[in-house]
């Protein structure tokens, strides 16, 4: 039964930084694809950073430059790392796996898994 427990998130002023966590069982976050999305209110949840198995890392425009995916093979979790907070990044932010690797890992309709979400509220 594959799990995704997130941690992390909170409140954080502009310019700030924060690390997400997503501690993953049943499944090894180093053979899968996995990603990070979020949603705000009234839009449609978009992908933020992915990792492929080979260790490949994509990222929105939106947050290059300022966001960091990384996993930790050992301890099975996935993070993402924000620096330079801005307000519009204010969402709940996902982890997700894709099983069979068919999609576009920042597209969120390919994901599998989905951990439950945690809030990250950015403040001006």
């Known amino acids: 039964q594959v799990q995704l427990v997130q941690s992390g998130g909170g409140l954080v002023q502009a310019g700030g930084s924060l690390r997400l966590s997503c501690a993953a069982s049943g499944l090894k976050v180093s053979k899968y694809v996995m990603g990070w999305f979020r949603q705000s209110p009234g839009k449609e949840r978009e992908g933020v950073s992915c990792?492929?198995?080979?260790?490949?890392?994509y990222y929105a425009d939106s947050v290059k430059g300022r966001f960091s995916i990384s996993r930790d093979n050992a301890k099975n979790t996935l993070y993402l790392q924000m620096n330079t907070l801005k307000p519009e990044d204010t969402a709940v932010y996902y982890c997700?796996?894709?099983?069979?690797?068919?999609?576009?890992?920042?597209?969120?309709?390919?994901?599998?898994?989905w951990g439950k979400g945690t809030l990250v509220t950015v403040s001006s």
């Open positions: 997700a796996t894709d099983q069979d690797g068919g999609s576009w890992c920042l597209d969120y309709r390919g994901m599998d898994y």
């Open positions: 990792i492929s198995s080979d260790g490949y890392t």
